[in-house]
């Protein structure tokens, strides 16, 4: 048997420690961001606290989280535990967000972290919207170098999308702020489940939205855990505020087609943000805890395109499914084709200072960057 000397063995051990405290030194505390206090909320007795960011006002107790899973109360102070800690940062089309009338054709960095404030059972982003921040990886991205890495992909907007941007929405302000300060445009995909007031600050910051409208109350209340009259509550803010506005239907056969309500939607939606609003009404594929309703028939789709343009949608498109021509913008003057896509493709582009190139039409839209509505 080999003799060991002791102090030999120590010094390697120390040595070893040394390297390796160096290395979480300088890659880790170096890199950790810091817990964000959230704004937006209340304390109460007892260390409680209340979140006021979205309309489920949690009361959260001390060393809790409220519904999002992403804000936690540590000693009577709420934090955010997802700021600079995005788990999804992509390059993407615009028109994948769905965003048809801003800046056709360029792309969008987006990104996302973990959590939602809404539980839909057909979301096709559950394993992040439904996660814990610490079930998942992330990269510390702090907002400043969001926007660095936003402009160095050549990127005019950035998008706050995949899960719902309310839950993450410090991170997203502050982002906002750099990238408006940058001549970079803010562009968002959400549930629209937001309290008026934060809603209003992040509307000075934000140059366009696309809103999920999911169904009836009924329709929220079973499959999303939510409630309709605060997304069309935000819908109108959006509106008012001179934020751009899209809209996603997302058609599932059998709980939301029912004629009827796609009519009454559609009037809500021209009497309220006004015909030149885009519907973009999107095919529904099993997923998530809806695997058991088939994906939504074509057919069904093109009657729903056919009741939005009948009620005077100026603007209607058919999602997820390409090649259709139901991707693609006319002009509602002429009927000329405007932008032809393939996809997230734009494959012609024949607006022309937002305006349709045949008749001088005014086309509604953001078609250069940083242009007002």
């Not at 993450?168 to 300060?181: G, I, P, S, V």
């Not at 259709?324 to 022309?352: A, D, F, H, M, W």
Request: charged residues 20%.
């Amino acid at each position: 048997m080999k003799k060991v000397y002791l102090p030999a063995l120590i010094l390697v051990v120390t040595l070893l420690l040394c390297q390796s405290l160096s290395y979480f030194v300088s890659n880790v505390l170096a890199n950790a961001p810091e817990l964000k206090e959230a704004l937006y909320y209340q304390k109460l007795d007892e260390k409680g606290v209340q979140c006021l960011l979205c309309p489920r006002k949690c009361i959260i107790a001390n060393k809790k989280r409220g519904f999002c899973r992403v804000r936690e109360n540590k000693d009577g102070i709420l934090y955010s535990l997802v700021y600079s800690k995005p788990c999804a940062i992509h390059v993407d089309p615009i028109e994948k967000k769905p965003l048809f009338h801003v800046l056709p054709g360029t792309r969008s960095f987006s990104i996302a972290t973990a959590g939602c404030n809404l539980q839909c059972k057909f979301c096709q982003n559950w394993q992040i919207s439904q996660a814990r921040p610490e079930d998942i990886p992330y990269e510390y991205l702090p907002p400043e170098r969001v926007v660095m890495l936003a402009d160095a992909n050549n990127c005019p907007s950035i998008a706050y999308t995949y899960t719902e941007p309310t839950i993450f929405y410090e991170y997203m302000l502050d982002t906002a702020k750099f990238a408006r300060q940058s001549g970079i445009m803010n562009v968002m995909h959400s549930s629209g489940f937001i309290n008026e007031e934060p809603l209003r600050q992040l509307c000075g910051y934000m140059d366009a939205a696309n809103i999920d409208l999911k169904g009836s109350d009924k329709f929220y209340n079973q499959f999303c855990l939510g409630n309709r009259d605060d997304v069309l509550r935000t819908l109108r803010i959006l509106k008012e505020e001179g934020v751009w506005l899209e809209i996603t239907y997302l058609l599932i056969p059998t709980i939301n087609d029912n004629p009827d309500y796609i009519k009454e939607t559609c009037r809500w939606i021209k009497e309220n943000l006004g015909p030149d609003t885009p519907l973009h009404i999107s095919r529904f594929w099993p997923m998530y805890k809806l695997k058991n309703i088939p994906p939504t028939p074509i057919s069904a789709l093109k009657d729903a395109y056919n009741i939005a343009v009948s009620e005077g949608l100026n603007y209607v498109y058919i999602g997820n499914i390409p090649g259709n021509k139901g991707e693609s913008t006319y002009c509602p003057n002429c009927k000329k084709l405007l932008v032809e896509r393939l996809g997230y493709n734009v494959v012609e582009n024949n607006i022309q200072d937002g305006r349709c190139k045949y008749c001088q039409e005014k086309i509604a839209g953001i078609w250069r960057n940083n242009e007002s509505l």
